[in-house]
């Protein structure tokens, strides 16, 4: 009985993400897309509309705003949220570009706060949005200080799925960047997760070294180029980022 009651929970759980995947899913669509009968599928709208996670406009089904609730809560009760959200808005205010402040959990990146320069680029992603760690420079700087079997764990776990043509997909080539980004400080994506799109991003670190997330600056790649993207913003992330750790310790 309690085995069917988790399962229960999982199924529920997938059918929201179904709902979000397809941006919207009529009864018809999302048992097609799941392949399960449409009584089953019915059973459970109904349940998370009555419980408003899901909400119905004229038969398609929609992931409701109460999530907004939880997400709200998980990401205020992170320390490095409310930390890093000032030096991340100043950030994107000096290089007038898209400035991102992205944590780890279950092996994911998850943005926690987004910051828009004057000449920021609009992307697709935004704060809840989960990313493949090697696939940007924020995830990047992540892994590469991470403990040896957590590392290995996440890799082993979630794979090196391409994003662009450009994605690290090799596990031995992705660990020789990790170790030159240890050593350096701050990591690179250029156009790994979006064509057209640069990024540099440093770890946030706690006094103990446990890594706490990453900052990022991203802009297009005609922009994010020679001394700028190589010396004026690692410069500019180091900066911030030891802001960051000082207050972080100090708090």
């Known amino acids: 009985m309690v085995e069917n009651k988790v399962k229960s929970v999982g199924k529920a759980f997938e059918i929201v993400r179904t709902i979000q995947d397809l941006d919207g899913a009529t009864l018809t669509e999302l048992t097609r897309e799941m392949g399960i009968p449409q009584s089953t599928a019915h059973n459970y709208l109904t349940s998370l509309e009555a419980a408003e996670y899901i909400v119905s406009d004229d038969g398609t089904y929609h992931v409701g705003i109460r999530f907004l609730e939880h ?31 992205l944590v780890e959990e279950h092996g994911r990146g998850s943005y926690l706060h987004r910051a828009r320069g004057e ?26 200080n991470l403990p040896d079997d957590r590392r290995d764990e996440i890799l082993d ?19 020789d ?15 790994e997760r979006l064509s057209g799109l640069r990024c540099v991003a440093a770890p946030v670190q706690s006094n103990s070294d446990r890594v706490l997330g990453a900052v990022s600056v991203a802009g297009p790649t005609n922009r994010l180029r020679g001394d ?13 980022v030891n802001v960051i750790e000082l207050n972080v310790t100090h708090s």
Do not use: F
């Not at 949220?81 to 402040?101: H, I, M, Q, S, W």
């Not at 000449?119 to 590469?144: C, F, N, P």
């Not at 700028?228 to 911030?240: G, I, S």
């Open 71 to 101: 997400g709200a809560y998980a990401r205020n009760r992170m320390q490095i949220y409310e930390t890093a959200r000032p030096e991340v808005d100043k950030l994107a205010t000096e290089t007038g570009e898209l400035a991102n402040l």
């Open 177 to 191: 960047q990790l170790a030159e980004i240890r050593e350096r400080g701050y990591a690179y994506d250029d156009e």
């Open 228 to 240: 700028r993207y190589h010396e004026e913003l690692p410069r500019q992330l180091l900066e911030a």
């Open 157 to 175: 776990r979630h794979g090196l799925p391409a994003q662009t043509p450009q994605t690290v997909t090799d596990r031995a080539e992705l660990l």
């Open 119 to 144: 000449d920021a680029v609009q992307v697709e992603a935004h704060v809840g949005t989960r990313v493949s760690l090697h696939s940007t420079a924020l995830g990047k700087a992540i892994l590469a």
